[in-house]
């Protein structure tokens, strides 16, 4: 049992990692390394702060999140899912703001993991998670549009109709050499891959159109002269100063972090499984996600979580072991120490470019499209969650997804309780008798139940025990079939046992489990019903009636 809270990093080592292995993972860890350093810069200035933040995220919270995951080959670090998040906080709360919902999240997430909701969050609908994602992926495309036109805006509303008007107001401003490098980058990030598998495009893209905008004295907007200089040192770690107004004003967006942070982890770490063969450990993968994030806000920078697509890469790569995402984040700290004067002069349309290549992949259109021609309740959990994360927020739409989905589920669960009335379906009633060399006396009535008993299904439950027939002076529950009985499926089958009592039938309960037998005395069943009413099988239930 305690190993569900054991890194998978010290499970390996205390098994022994061939040194071939650590080859394998050093090197791919260099390369996720520098995969990953465009992303750390572009999502950081794309969710409203400045670019080292997202260095900073990347190597903070990706050392954590390998030496202290469940997972082998996750990398974590900033992604996109949180752009949209960690825009509305800053517009509202400013960077404290973000760093103290930050800060409170990671403890969220550690509680989620400690209470092993790692179990649970699996259960959440695929439907939701394709709808918020393909919605963040809008999002995303939507913020992008400024740099990746150049248009000179200097503030972009974070409504998605405001922010599209106010495009549509500034097009005879477009800058040419802003959209030419923005649309090289695209098709390089894109179609150098197929020729060239070491080196990734985005950095190809990176470094070719800084030269030509650095050499050519290109005019369009780079990190420098939009945030000034990047720091190459870390910060000391500090938490802005709060009070319990703050605490509770930040506890909604907190929240959204913590359950968006732990969705996208595990959804992350069950695609890596699938692609080496592996079981990732949910819950410790939950509560390292959780210290990565309060560290991140620590040291000033933002929500993270596991990236699936450098995650992927690491795997393809020859990624297999936690190394790989420690090599990674020390690739991203050298560069931040050398490197940072150098990375102030990357143009914003090339990064505009490569987050829009982000959307494309996010967008899961694919699958958008598949889940619209199937069953219209999953088609309703998804337009509605997509639709609220374009138009209000994605707190919002997390919100009313799950809510929708337990609906959902509950109206599925409840149609999938059958109660049938055994007497009055002759062929099955002839085949059970046959089978079981049952015979049912005059004046007794047989019902089956099955699936769970629970209270989306006791309605249906109460509703077809109202109609049996006058002569009935027995009736028998046959429950061998139901798994579990909650709270109000055990009040409705005491209202039902005390009318039919009213009404002078006898109510025997039959095929009981020893485990439901033992609910029946805590939930107040034999205050209703003797004991001796409450049997095991059909045959005994019979002879009672002798």
Not at 283 to 291: D, M, P, R, S, T
Not at 339 to 351: D, E, Q, R, S, V
Not at 456 to 478: D, E, K, N
């Amino acid at each position: 049992m305690m190993d569900d809270f054991t890194p998978k990093l010290f499970s390996l080592i205390r098994a022994g990692i061939p040194r071939k292995t650590i080859l394998k993972d050093v090197m791919s860890g260099v390369i996720v390394g520098i995969v990953a350093l465009p992303l750390a810069i572009a999502f950081a200035i794309a969710s409203g702060v400045s670019p080292e933040k997202g260095l900073l995220t990347a190597i903070v919270a990706g050392i954590i999140i390998s030496v202290f995951g469940g997972s082998r080959v996750q990398i974590g670090g900033p992604t996109g899912a949180f752009i949209v998040i960690v825009y509305g906080i800053v517009q509202t709360h400013g960077v404290d703001g973000l760093i103290i919902a930050t800060f409170m999240a990671g403890f969220i997430m550690i509680a989620f993991g400690l209470a092993r909701f790692g179990n649970f969050l699996k259960f959440i609908p695929y439907s939701l998670i394709v709808g918020f994602t393909s919605g963040i992926a809008l999002i995303i495309f939507s913020s992008q549009i400024k740099d990746f036109l150049g248009l000179p805006i200097s503030d972009v509303p974070a409504d998605f109709f405001a922010k599209w008007s106010l495009y549509v107001t500034h097009l005879d401003q477009v800058n040419i050499y802003a959209v030419l490098i923005a649309v090289a980058t695209v098709l390089i990030t894109i179609y150098l891959q197929k020729f060239i598998k070491l080196i990734p495009g985005s950095i190809v893209a990176i470094v070719l159109t800084t030269l030509f905008v650095h050499f050519f004295d290109i005019p369009v907007e780079t990190i420098y002269s939009q945030f000034g200089e990047i720091p190459n040192a870390l910060s000391m770690p500090r938490l802005p100063a709060m009070d319990f107004e703050t605490v509770k004003s930040l506890l909604q967006p907190a929240f959204a972090i913590a359950l968006l942070g732990s969705i996208e982890s595990l959804l992350s770490a069950v695609v890596a499984d699938s692609m080496i063969g592996g079981k990732h450990r949910s819950n410790v993968e939950l509560v390292a996600q959780g210290a990565a994030n309060t560290a991140s806000a620590l040291f000033g920078g933002i929500p993270a979580t596991g990236a699936i697509a450098r995650t992927a890469t690491n795997i393809n790569n020859g990624g297999r072991t936690p190394i790989a995402g420690i090599v990674h984040a020390v690739i991203l700290l050298l560069v931040m120490l050398l490197f940072a004067p150098l990375a102030k002069l990357i143009p914003l349309a090339c990064l505009a470019g490569i987050l829009v290549v982000v959307a494309y992949h996010m967008s899961e259109w694919r699958q958008f499209r598949s889940i619209l021609k199937g069953d219209k309740l999953d088609v309703i959990i998804l337009l509605t969650t997509f639709f609220l994360t374009v138009i209000f927020d994605l707190v919002i739409a997390i919100q009313v997804g799950i809510v929708l989905s337990s609906f959902m589920f509950m109206n599925r669960m409840s149609q999938s309780v059958q109660v049938n009335n055994i007497n009055l379906d002759q062929e099955r009633m002839e085949r059970l008798f046959d089978e079981e060399n049952l015979e049912l006396p005059e004046g007794v009535v047989l019902y089956e139940i099955n699936g769970p008993l629970f209270f989306g299904a006791a309605r249906q439950f109460q509703h077809t025990l109202t109609s049996i027939p006058s002569s009935a002076r027995v009736i028998i529950l046959r429950m061998r079939y139901i798994p579990l009985i909650d709270a109000t499926g055990y009040q409705t089958l005491k209202e039902i046992i005390s009318n039919f009592h009213k009404q002078k039938i006898q109510v025997i309960l039959s095929g009981v489990r020893d485990e439901l037998a033992n609910d029946f005395a805590r939930h107040g069943i034999y205050e209703v019903l003797d004991r001796q009413w409450v049997v095991k099988d059909i045959k005994q239930a019979l002879r009672l009636l002798q």
